[in-house]
């Protein structure tokens, strides 16, 4: 449903009012919902601990609403509110918020509160609906944890013969954007003599941090159904909780690729990640990639994707001190896994998703983050290595 | 390679059915208002039009494209004919370009005579209604095979 208030009726009221000529030319109201239960066959929480192996419906069910007004032909505001069931009572937040001034017809200015794209989906990464996953491949979409930035975008549209030509770059700053980290990486600040409380056992550790001088760019190339993009992006960040104080350098870099042609549908990415200093603890170096295949075949798309997830030559040893004390350089985690899905056409605007996939993990933890109950460790829990695990998925995604 | 007589009469039944459906499709005229400076548009630019890459005529000034509701019969081939996508994947991609907050999809009206008043109506608006709707109050650019 798209709800419109109609330009006379906007425009009545105005003169009404005795001001015709700020006549709004239209708003419109939209909105997405994605409900869905997931199920692991380990009791060792996986990523932000919402995957258990007791259903669950707190990893992907989310609600999200838009509005957007045309101010005048050339500016339009447009805002995203989005309540997620991970955060408390679905306590809903502007996701992103931003005043868009087209310039010209290849030139559009964004500014506020803006989704930056640092893969392929990311600026619609809470639409469950817009891919065929019921969560985009955590090997590559957990690398950022900034999704957003108080700042501006430039959308440059070139067309090139066949084909549409985006250049965009982007300037900001992210702040108090709460992130999840391996616990042992405030287990290993806490022994550098930083005043940090431990987890409790089976939590998930989050620390708040600030990203300063955000500078990115995305460019792709879009013909029929195929899309090649490339970003890159460099930040300096802080985050008080790990120690990192003084700001240090974070850098990513990505290529990808999209296709639906005659019924193929594939996705493939892959990126490099590289965070200097101190904040290589929580963050250290990491690339990874994936690839998905589906063939459409009415209104089913079966489709497979393999995803893997590695060091990216992690620096070993310190990587700084705090209050004279070495910090150690993080550890990667490392895991690879592949996903059998399907999604379902409920008609037009609807779609049902049932995915099976396996996690591997390699030289420690993977994405499995939280710690669990363990009697005979002297601390009475433990961040065991969770070994293989399937996570069983099922959703709905709708968009209105 | 041997091809029995069964199959061949279903192949020609089958054949005989795309030919009828071809028939009973019906002729979609894309049209503008009477002041429009175009005599004619290509196919492509009509799908970029309609699919959001485009928001200008070629050759210039600005475009409103006026849609027909999801799941309108006219709708769906309009869309097949000229971008080669059904209903669902046109939702599909619309919804990435509106929430990622990068354009809204055209706006909707209910019926042939709908799409004619407000193109008759709006110097910018375009749209597509049958052929034989078709009167003086639009200008057609092109007809659908």
Redesign the interface.
């Known amino acids: 449903m798209?709800l419109?208030l109609s330009v006379a009726a906007v425009a009545a009221a105005l003169s009404v009012a005795g001001s015709a000529q700020a006549a709004i030319e239209?708003i419109?109201f939209?909105g997405?919902l994605t409900v869905g239960a997931t199920k692991s066959n380990s009791d060792v929480p996986y990523f932000n601990g919402n995957i258990t192996d007791s259903v669950g419906f707190e990893q992907d069910s989310r609600v999200?609403l838009?509005i957007?007004a045309d101010i005048n032909?050339q500016i339009s505001v447009?805002a995203?509110l989005l309540g997620r069931a991970r955060d408390q009572d679905y306590d809903a937040f502007f996701d992103?918020g931003?005043v868009?001034y087209?310039a010209s017809?290849s030139v559009t200015i964004?500014g506020g509160k803006l989704?930056f794209p640092t893969y392929l989906?990311s600026?619609?990464f809470?639409?469950g609906?817009?891919y065929p996953w019921i969560r985009p491949p955590q090997e590559v979409y957990y690398s950022n944890p900034l999704t957003a930035i108080s700042g501006a975008d430039v959308?440059f549209r070139v067309p090139a013969g066949?084909a549409?030509l985006l250049i965009q770059p982007y300037v900001g700053t992210s702040r108090g954007q709460e992130t999840l980290v391996p616990q042992w990486a405030l287990e290993v600040d806490n022994m550098a003599g930083n005043a940090f409380m431990l987890p409790d056992p089976g939590s998930i550790a989050f620390v708040d941090f600030e990203a300063e001088n955000l500078v990115g760019i995305n460019t792709s190339l879009t013909w029929?159904?195929f899309s090649v993009r490339a970003g890159y992006l460099t930040t300096d960040v802080k985050a008080q909780d790990i120690g990192v104080i003084n700001a240090d350098t974070a850098d990513f870099w990505s290529v990808g690729a999209t296709l639906?042609w005659n019924n193929i549908v594939s996705y493939a990415e892959y990126f490099e990640r590289e965070i200097d200093g101190i904040a290589n603890l929580g963050f250290p170096n990491q690339k990874g990639y994936y690839a998905t295949l589906g063939y459409r075949i009415g209104?089913f798309l079966p489709h497979i994707t393999y995803a893997n997830l590695d060091d990216n030559d992690n620096p070993l040893g310190s990587c700084g001190t705090v209050g004279g004390n070495p910090v150690p350089c993080g550890e990667p985690l490392e895991q690879d896994s592949i996903t059998l899905g399907l999604r379902y056409?409920l008609g037009?605007?609807a779609a049902l998703k049932l995915e099976a996939q396996q996690i591997s993990t390699k030289n420690g933890r993977g994405l499995f983050t939280g710690y669990v109950t363990d009697l005979t460790d002297p601390t009475g829990f433990s961040a065991k290595d969770p070994g293989d695990v399937n996570v069983f998925s099922i959703a709905v995604d709708v968009?209105f | 390679m041997k091809i029995s007589i069964k199959n061949t009469f279903r192949l020609s039944l089958a054949a005989g059915l795309l030919i009828g459906a071809g028939l009973v499709h019906a002729e979609l005229a894309v049209v503008v208002h009477p002041s429009n400076a175009l005599t004619t548009i290509s196919a492509?630019d009509v799908s970029r039009i309609y699919l959001g890459?485009?928001?200008?005529f070629p050759g210039g000034g600005?475009v409103k494209p006026i849609n027909l509701p999801?799941?309108n019969a006219a709708r769906d081939e309009f869309y097949q004919t000229y971008t080669?996508m059904n209903?669902?994947?046109v939702?599909?991609h619309w919804?990435?370009l509106?929430?990622?907050?990068?354009g809204?999809?055209p706006?909707?009206v209910s019926n042939d005579a709908e799409v004619k008043s407000a193109v008759a109506g709006d110097s910018a608006a375009m749209g597509y209604i049958d052929k034989s709707a078709v009167d003086s109050s639009v200008k057609v650019l092109t007809v659908s095979p």
């Open positions: 798209n419109r239209n419109s939209n997405f999200g838009q957007s032909p447009t995203q992103w931003f868009s087209a017809d964004r989704k989906i600026d619609y809470e639409v609906y817009a959308l066949n549409d029929s159904g639906d209104k056409e037009t605007g968009v | 492509k890459k485009a928001r200008s600005k999801s799941g080669g209903d669902a994947q939702k599909g919804s990435k509106m929430f990622s907050g990068k809204n999809p706006d909707e």
